[in-house]
């Protein structure tokens, strides 16, 4: 038995008149497409919008318009095409000091002498995200080291996140940044720094209370 495939009138891939005499032409009469008959619940993967050829096409849409489509604005005869929408891919960091929706907060360093200060005081159970450190330490071989604890100037040490950095033997400047997270202290805990040496530290620590 042999059957043959049409489109209803002709056979598929037969050469058929297409136009009027004498400028008929010939062409194939149609072509064959396999098309994805995989049936979908369209509401499962979030779309509105389904053909009969791909069951999971989804469009967004700006409300109206599709986006990206060219629409017009404004009115005739002055309306012009522009693209309805932009999409943009926001910043999903869960790094308090890299997520510009989280506000930053600053407490200034003033040093003395040789001793161990507390920069940032505790806040209930919240924990402290050291952003950035910007200091000068002056006088004779002078140290800074970054501390957290809890009792009077992190009195009961609990943390000890850097050693004793010396940025020189007279004057020198120390800058601890990158954009994101330089130490998270214990939930309840204060930050403190230990200068040592005959030390001078002035500046400047960012961070994130919560």
């Known amino acids: 038995m042999t059957v043959t495939p049409s489109d209803g009138t002709n056979p598929i891939g037969a050469l058929v008149n297409y136009g009027s005499t004498p400028t008929a032409v010939k062409a194939l009469s149609t ?3 396999v098309t994805n008959t995989v049936a979908a619940n369209v509401t499962q993967v979030g ?3 389904q053909s009969a050829t791909n069951p999971l096409f989804v469009t967004p849409t700006d409300g109206t318009n599709a986006i990206g489509a060219l629409v017009n604005y ?9 693209l309805s929408a ?3 891919v926001t910043n999903l960091s869960t790094d308090p000091c890299q997520s510009p929706s989280v506000a930053k907060s600053s407490a200034s360093v003033a040093i003395a002498s040789a001793s161990t200060v507390q920069i940032v005081a505790l806040s209930g159970t919240k924990k ?3 952003c950035d450190v910007n200091v000068t330490a002056a006088g004779t071989a002078p140290t800074v080291q970054l501390i957290s604890g809890t009792a009077s100037a992190c009195g009961t040490l609990d ?3 850097t050693g004793a950095m010396e ?3 007279t004057v020198g400047s120390l800058h601890l940044g990158y954009g994101g997270t330089l130490a998270t202290t214990s939930a309840g805990d204060e930050l403190c720094i230990v200068a040592g040496g005959t030390a001078s530290v002035q500046g400047l620590v960012t961070f994130v209370q919560q």
């Open 31 to 33: 072509n064959t497409f």
């Open 47 to 49: 779309g509105s919008t």
């Open 74 to 82: 404004g009115s005739t005869p002055t309306a012009v095409k522009a």
């Open 86 to 88: 932009n999409v943009y």
């Open 128 to 130: 402290i995200y050291v």
């Open 159 to 161: 943390q000890t996140f």
């Open 167 to 169: 940025p020189s033997a």
